[in-house]
């Protein structure tokens, strides 16, 4: 192997390992920057292949630094917690929180639902008495759970639908049956997993905000049809998000610095340009050939161990090349990668985000509890969507 590939794959490995193991200060994209900026410093990669290599990203991205912000405006606004509120009605909310935090992933993104409903979870926990890690896991569950049946759901997504011209039908058709599926059947393993729902409380009913209702909900719709009807007119995601956000800025007349994710958008791109210069030398063709049931499969476990090891994200990038649009294992990638990370807390940069978001409430969730969690109620989600997803693929062909 010549030094070129050999200095490609050594800083892409750094860069994965510098997201998990840095000093506690250090954010968790300065690795893959400097390793990114190091590649292009020692020649490995030229500055029109790393610009060529975020092509696919930038609309992605674009929709990622306005679409939290929208998410977090609209909780500024009261909405979520009056929402929260309406399904909040009887002594026992779960599957109401349930079924609002795959909404909020499906038709938003996974961000917002682990940023704004963990929060919001864990303060209807202690209100109820039930057990705050175990309504605290729900946003972190589904955001692996329900974040394929829309392009705009996931990043993944959008970096699948960017690179092909992938559409939301493709993805409704491809990946909503098995989201579904995984949804219901994880709701299933969720409430026999979480036995201190029984264990007596008061019941405790915060006010619903007519206001906040009255103000979101007409933005959240503009969102929703922009997000999909607008897609069928070649309107982007971004461009709708960011005309909520205008409006949005209007009503609630703040917006910080802090509420931009900036720091997640300099590492997708870091990420992107190391995993784009190494993944020619890492041979991975062999393991995307086929069509039939059994390369799907192994498709699918393959993204899936990838996206546990080195992260959704650089796994999807890597992988991504040996596709194309018409392959029948580009959906069971997708799939890998999306659900994967509903087994190891640090398969995706939202599970990473849960768990910060949790702990500064005072919720510690080891990574060694998540994967009980997640096995417990993940896996035999995963597995039901999975023969979804090889039915369907098997089906259309």
Request: hydrophobic fraction near 60%; glycine fraction near 8%; charged fraction near 10%.
């Amino acid at each position: 192997m010549c030094p070129v590939a050999i200095a490609r794959i050594f800083l892409l490995v750094a860069a994965v390992v510098g997201v998990f193991v840095r000093p506690v200060r250090l954010p968790n994209w300065a690795v893959p920057v400097a390793a990114a900026v190091m590649l292009l410093l020692i020649g490995a990669m030229t500055a029109d292949a790393a610009f060529d290599a975020v092509r696919p990203l930038l609309a992605p991205l674009a929709f990622l630094l306005l679409a939290v912000p929208l998410a977090v405006m609209l909780d500024r606004l009261g909405f979520f917690a009056a929402l929260a509120a309406l399904v909040d009605t009887g002594p026992n909310p779960r599957l109401g929180l349930w079924i609002l935090a795959a909404a909020v992933t499906t038709f938003l993104n996974l961000d917002a639902s682990v940023v704004l409903l963990t929060p919001l979870y864990i303060r209807i926990a202690r209100q109820h008495g039930f057990n705050q890690t175990m309504l605290a896991v729900q946003p972190a569950l589904l955001a692996c759970l329900a974040s394929s049946a829309l392009p705009i759901s996931n990043l993944t997504n959008l970096i699948a639908a960017d690179t092909y011209g992938l559409g939301v039908a493709d993805f409704v058709v491809r990946l909503g049956p098995a989201s579904l599926v995984a949804v219901a059947v994880g709701w299933v393993f969720y409430r026999r997993a979480d036995t201190t729902a029984t264990v007596a409380h008061d019941q405790v009913r915060d006010p619903i905000d007519p206001r906040a209702l009255r103000l979101g909900t007409p933005i959240v719709i503009f969102v929703v049809l922009g997000f999909t009807v607008g897609d069928l007119v070649d309107i982007p995601a971004w461009a709708v998000a960011g005309v909520a956000d205008i409006v949005l800025l209007a009503l609630t007349r703040t917006v910080r610095v802090r509420d931009i994710p900036y720091g997640a958008a300099a590492l997708a791109l870091s990420l992107g340009i190391v995993a784009t210069a190494a993944s020619p030398h890492l041979g991975l063709g062999a393991l995307f050939s086929g069509s039939g049931t059994l390369d799907q499969l192994r498709v699918a476990a393959v993204a899936a161990l990838g996206a546990n090891t080195i992260n959704n994200l650089p796994a999807l990038l890597i992988s991504l090349p040996e596709v194309n649009a018409h392959s029948a294992t580009l959906w069971p990638l997708l799939f890998g990668v999306n659900f994967g990370p509903v087994l190891v807390l640090h398969g995706s940069l939202a599970g990473l985000l849960w768990r910060d978001t949790a702990a500064r409430l005072g919720v510690e969730v080891s990574g060694w509890q998540y994967t009980r969690l997640g096995l417990r109620i993940g896996l035999p989600a995963l597995l039901a969507g999975l023969a979804v997803v090889i039915g369907t693929g098997t089906f259309m062909g």
